[in-house]
Structure formats: structure tokens, C-alpha cells
Nanobody, 116 residues
Framework: QVQLVESGGGLVQAGGSLRLSCAASGRLFDMHAMGWFRQAIGKEREFVAA????????VYADSVKGRFTISRDNAKNTVYLQMNSLKPEDTAVYYC?????????WGQGTQVTVSS
């Protein structure tokens, strides 16, 4: 089992920044990657960014490229999502995800609201 706890969400004005954190615990040694997804009201959950467990490879959704940066601290088993130049359309609940060999784990989500 893997447990994921997100933090760092909140209310910010358009153009501002936030940093989300996801602390992972449990069976982590065979994880493939960790990432962030988001779900806005009335919309399906969508991919935002992911990073390989080694931290060497990253991938981003086109909508956040150049504005968001995913990173990890292996010593703390924590993944971060630095979000800059936030837009109202970035408003959503952001979920941390851990991809294992046979399971997909989710955090409880953290609300990000960007006002115009």
C-alpha cells in the first residue's frame, strides 16, 4: 500500500504562484512514477504532469508547459508541483498520483482556486 498526502492548495490571483506538495509513504521501492492530475467542476480528471521515480524524466500537459514544474525530493519521498503564471482555468482539485507495477494510488486532493 502507498499513502499520498497533498498540501499547498489555496486561493491566488491570476498571474500568481502556488507550490503543491505530495508526501508519499508505504511501499515505495517499486513505484514507476508520480504525477499530478486535476479535476475542475463538471469536467473529467485530466493529466497535468509526471516525473519518473528516479526523477530523471518529466512530462507535462500542453496546457501547463512553461508554467508548471514538477520535481521530487527522494530523501523526503515528496513530489512538488510549482505552478507559476496561474490562470483562472487552472482552478481545480489537484490530485497526487503514484503509479506502481500493478496499482495506481491517489491522494485526497487539494483545491486550487485562481481568481481573475
Amino acid at each position: 500500500q502507498v499513502q499520498l498526502v497533498e498540501s499547498g492548495g489555496g486561493l491566488v490571483q491570476a498571474g500568481g504562484s502556488l507550490r503543491l506538495s505530495c508526501a508519499a509513504s508505504g511501499r515505495l521501492f517499486d513505484m514507476h512514477a508520480m504525477g499530478w492530475f486535476r479535476q475542475a467542476i463538471g469536467k473529467e480528471r485530466e493529466f497535468v504532469a509526471a516525473i519518473s521515480w528516479s526523477g530523471g524524466d518529466t512530462v507535462y500537459a500542453d496546457s501547463v508547459k512553461g508554467r508548471f514544474t514538477i520535481s521530487r525530493d527522494n530523501a523526503k519521498n515528496t513530489v512538488y508541483l510549482q505552478m507559476n503564471s496561474l490562470k483562472p482555468e487552472d482552478t481545480a482539485v489537484y490530485y497526487c498520483n503514484a503509479l506502481g507495477p500493478s496499482n495506481n494510488y491517489w491522494g485526497q486532493g487539494t483545491q486550487v482556486t485562481v481568481s481573475s
